[in-house]
């Protein structure tokens, strides 16, 4: 057991704000800070949303939530967050400069065996730890949105203590969370990247008028994505090899991936008129829905399939 008991929370916006809902049912003491009351006000908003609509989905009940909202404590100060704490995961904006700063004053207010998590989505650890004085115990502990639902934390090292990465893998996983340890930092991470890859080639296949952006969307969703939320590429593979799996299905099917990958988007940049056709073409995807409806209708279904693979 790591027995990390208390948290902070650096930054209060989407992903702050949900990883400090996450941390709150799962039993923790949350410190939230971010820059000013205004964000802090929002950020409780959130919280209690965020919440609230744990208790609707009967995932938590309501004295859970009360018990939740009394191990909470907003500041707009650093030194106040991260004191007394055993970890923390910091969430602001998505530049170099601001998480340095961030990092510089964590630096002269936190013991140095404090954790220190950054949820960038694509920055290099190594930039961020050349900034500390304490560049061990600093690593990458990307969530994917929203964290309180989504399992996946991606931890890269860099240059990290190896009792850091594990200590930080262990506490993820002790909470629920499903940690993967990138030996190797790249820009984007891993499923990021798999991400990128994936929608490069549905954009490439509207520009070419192969699909609508409605169907190249369906065909994800109710293909590969349904296997994707039980099996990774390799195994859904293995398993399409029958009786030789992958060695069978390399076989059988490695010439025509190679005639595939021949034929697939390789651009680096997207290509003129694609954003304007992206924007068009998702508007007959909406069907007049507002964010807020689609937020709801994913966050219903996501909470449905993670109670079937026992992830809630």
């Known amino acids: 057991m790591v027995g990390i008991k208390k948290v902070a929370c650096l930054g209060a916006g989407t992903i702050g704000s949900s990883w400090a809902a996450y941390f709150l049912i799962k039993g923790l003491q949350v410190n939230v800070q971010d820059v000013n009351e205004e964000i802090i006000g929002n950020a409780r908003k959130k919280i209690n949303t965020i919440l609230q609509s744990l208790v609707d989905k009967e995932i938590i009940s309501e004295r859970d939530r009360a018990d939740a909202i009394s191990r909470v404590f907003f500041t707009t100060s650093i030194a106040e967050a991260?004191?007394?704490?055993?970890?923390?995961?910091?969430?602001?904006?998505?530049?170099?400069?601001?998480?340095?700063?961030?990092?510089?004053?964590?630096?002269?207010?936190?013991?140095?065996?404090?954790?220190?998590?950054?949820?960038?989505?694509?920055?290099?650890?190594?930039?961020?730890?050349?900034?500390?004085?304490?560049?061990?115990?600093?690593?990458?502990?990307?969530?994917?949105?929203?964290?309180?639902?989504?399992?996946?934390?991606?931890?890269?090292?860099?240059?990290?203590?190896?009792?850091?990465?594990?200590?930080?893998?262990?506490?993820?996983?002790?909470?629920?969370?499903?940690?993967?340890?990138?030996?190797?930092?790249?820009?984007?991470?891993?499923?990021?990247?798999?991400?990128?890859?994936?929608?490069?080639?549905?954009?490439?296949?509207?520009?070419?008028?192969?699909?609508?952006?409605?169907?190249?969307?369906?065909?994800?969703?109710?293909?590969?994505?349904?296997?994707?939320?039980?099996?990774?590429?390799?195994?859904?593979?293995?398993?399409?090899?029958?009786?030789?799996?992958?060695?069978?299905?390399?076989?059988?099917l490695g010439e025509a991936f190679e005639s595939w990958w021949s034929d697939m988007a390789a651009w680096s940049k997207f290509p003129k008129g694609s954003k304007e056709a992206l924007l068009v073409g998702l508007q007959e995807e909406l069907e007049n829905k507002n964010i807020d409806e689609i937020v709801q209708w994913r966050d219903d279904r996501l909470v449905a399939m993670l109670k079937l693979l026992n992830l809630l």
Request: a neutral charge; one cysteine or more; hydrophobic letters at 40%.
């Open 82 to 252: 991260v004191k007394d704490v055993q970890f923390i995961q910091e969430s602001a904006v998505e530049r170099y400069e601001v998480k340095q700063k961030i990092i510089n004053e964590v630096d002269s207010c936190a013991p140095e065996s404090v954790i220190f998590a950054s949820s960038s989505s694509g920055l290099l650890v190594s930039r961020l730890q050349e900034c500390s004085s304490y560049p061990g115990r600093i690593v990458i502990g990307h969530p994917f949105n929203p964290p309180h639902l989504i399992p996946l934390v991606e931890i890269v090292r860099g240059n990290a203590d190896k009792n850091t990465v594990r200590l930080a893998s262990d506490f993820y996983r002790e909470i629920g969370k499903v940690p993967i340890i990138l030996n190797k930092e790249v820009p984007g991470h891993v499923a990021n990247r798999i991400q990128a890859a994936v929608w490069r080639e549905c954009i490439d296949l509207v520009m070419k008028e192969v699909c609508s952006v409605k169907d190249v969307d369906a065909a994800v969703c109710y293909g590969p994505g349904l296997r994707w939320a039980l099996l990774g590429p390799t195994m859904i593979f293995h398993l399409g090899g029958g009786d030789k799996g992958l060695k069978g299905f390399l076989e059988h």
